[in-house]
T-cell receptor, first 111, second 109 residues
Framework: DVKVTQSSRYLVKRTGEKVFLECVQDMDHENMFWYRQDPGLGLRLIYF???????EKGDIPEGYSVSREKKERFSLILESASTNQTSMYLC??????????FGDGTRLSIL | RKEVEQDPGPFNVPEGATVAFNCTYSNSASQSFFWYRQDCRKEPKLLMS???SGNEDGRFTAQLNRASQYISLLIRDSKLSDSATYLC??????????FGEGTQLTVNP
């Protein structure tokens, strides 16, 4: 079974902090994704990566950056956290053109 | 127009009922299609892929109509454990997926 592991289930940070969300997958998938999910808005793609050191903007990249130094790890960075970034963050991975597999999610609260 | 549109529901049905969810998508070049299931406060999980010829997995049947850009999911003999949000998912290009907002289903005893 594919295992996608997110570093924290719950996280509380303060406005202005730099926040790191980590995601690791164990199935050698080339594709990795970061989403946020908010009530009434569904899943929205923030960034994705097709390969090591490659990244592509999704639909809502503002205020975020990503890092993919190793194939199995994809990090999401909130450069200066703001209250409107309070959300559920979901990481996913996949092979090319195959369904995505999700981690458990991180509920992030920015105070 | 949203790329993927679903009836948000909620759908409330009794155990044993048959329920159908519909979904439309706007990008005619979309390559693959899926239904995901998401339980409350959990991550989405793949329920089934959707093929042009239609496909069935136990009590679940998925249909695709490319001409009408329409996808459906039929659940027969609903169980309490089917209560969840069902996400219609479309692959417009590459490995990106576009998710509908989901249809909430509650199966009542």
């Amino acid at each position: 079974d594919v295992k996608v592991t997110q570093s924290s289930r719950y996280l509380v940070k303060r406005t202005g902090e730099k926040v790191f969300l980590e995601c690791v997958q164990d199935m050698d998938h080339e594709n990795m994704f970061w989403y946020r999910q908010d009530p009434g808005l569904g899943l929205r793609l923030i960034y994705f990566s097709y390969d090591v050191k490659m990244k592509e903007k999704g639909d809502i990249p503002e205020g975020y950056s990503v890092s993919r130094e190793k194939k199995e790890r994809f990090s999401l960075i909130l450069e200066s956290a703001s209250t409107n970034q309070t959300s559920m963050y979901l990481c996913a991975s996949s092979l090319w053109l195959q369904p995505q597999h999700f981690g458990d999610g991180t509920r992030l609260s920015i105070l | 127009r949203k790329e993927v549109e679903q009836d948000p529901g909620p759908f409330n049905v009794p155990e044993g009922a048959t329920v159908a969810f519909n979904c439309t998508y706007s990008n005619s070049a979309s390559q693959s299609f899926f239904w995901y299931r998401q339980d409350c406060r959990k991550e989405p999980k793949l329920l089934m892929s959707v093929y042009s010829s239609g496909n069935e997995d136990g009590r679940f049947t998925a249909q695709l109509n490319r001409a009408s850009q329409y996808i459906s999911l039929l659940i027969r003999d609903s169980k309490l454990s089917d209560s969840a949000t069902y996400l219609c998912v479309v692959n417009p290009s590459g490995s990106r997926l576009t998710f509908g907002e989901g249809t909430q289903l509650t199966v009542n005893p």
